[in-house]
C-alpha cells in the first residue's frame, strides 16, 4: 500500500481515514482480548501510530495484517510486562488455614480426648461412651448396665465436668 506510505509520510488527510477504516475492527479485535476499556483505547492508539511510523518507513503491502499483528504484539507485551500488585489486606485475602493443620488439631484433640477418659473411672467412661459416641438413651443404658436413670446422670455430669476442665485450653487455641 504504497498511498498509505505515501499519505502518512506526507501528513495528507487520506492517511487518518485509511487508519479509520481498520480502527472499529482493531477495536474489537483487542477489546475481545482486554477486558478494561481504557487499556482496548490505549493498544488501538499505540497500534496506529506504530503503523503510521512503519508506513513512514517502509512499504507495507498488507498494513491490516501488519496493524492487527502489531495490535496482537502489543497485548502479548502487556501480559509480559509486572502488573502492579495490590497489597493483600485480611478483608480482600481472608488468611486460609492449610489443611494439614487442620488434620494436626484434630489429631491432637483427638489424644487429648482419649487421655482424658482414661482418668476417668471405667463406669464413668462407659457411661459417657455408650451416650455421647453410641447415642444411646438414658434409660437404655441405666437398664443394661443394671444401674439407676439418675446415676447415668451423675456419671454423665462427672465424665463432662472433668472433660471441660481438661479440654477447654484446646478450644481456646487456634481460633
Given amino acids: 500500500m504504497p498511498a498509505l506510505r505515501r ?3 506526507e501528513g495528507t488527510e487520506g492517511s487518518d481515514l485509511s487508519i479509520d477504516t481498520y480502527r472499529a475492527a482493531l ?6 482480548r482486554v477486558r478494561d476499556p481504557h487499556e482496548v483505547e490505549d493498544l488501538v492508539q499505540e497500534a496506529c501510530a506504530r503503523l503510521i511510523a512503519s508506513a ?3 512499504s507495507l ?10 495490535a496482537a504484539n502489543l497485548i502479548a507485551d502487556r501480559h509480559r510486562r509486572p502488573q ?16 494439614q493443620e487442620d488434620r494436626r488439631r484434630v489429631a491432637d484433640l483427638e489424644a487429648a480426648l482419649h487421655a482424658a477418659l482414661d482418668e476417668l473411672s471405667p463406669r464413668c467412661r462407659e457411661v459417657f461412651v455408650l451416650r455421647r459416641f453410641e447415642e444411646r438413651g438414658t434409660g437404655e443404658i441405666a437398664r443394661e448396665l443394671g444401674i439407676s436413670t439418675r446415676m447415668v446422670q451423675k456419671y454423665l455430669t462427672q465424665a463432662v465436668s472433668h472433660l471441660y476442665a481438661r479440654l477447654a485450653h484446646l478450644m481456646d487455641r487456634g481460633q
Avoid at 61 to 68: M, N, S, V
Avoid at 87 to 97: C, S
Fill in 84 to 99: 502492579p500488585t495490590v497489597p493483600l489486606v485480611p478483608e480482600l485475602d481472608p488468611p486460609v488455614r492449610a489443611a
Fill in 7 to 9: 499519505s502518512v509520510a
Fill in 56 to 58: 513512514r518507513a517502509q
Fill in 27 to 32: 477495536r474489537a479485535f483487542v477489546a475481545r
Fill in 61 to 70: 503491502d498488507d498494513p491490516r495484517a501488519y496493524l492487527f499483528r502489531i
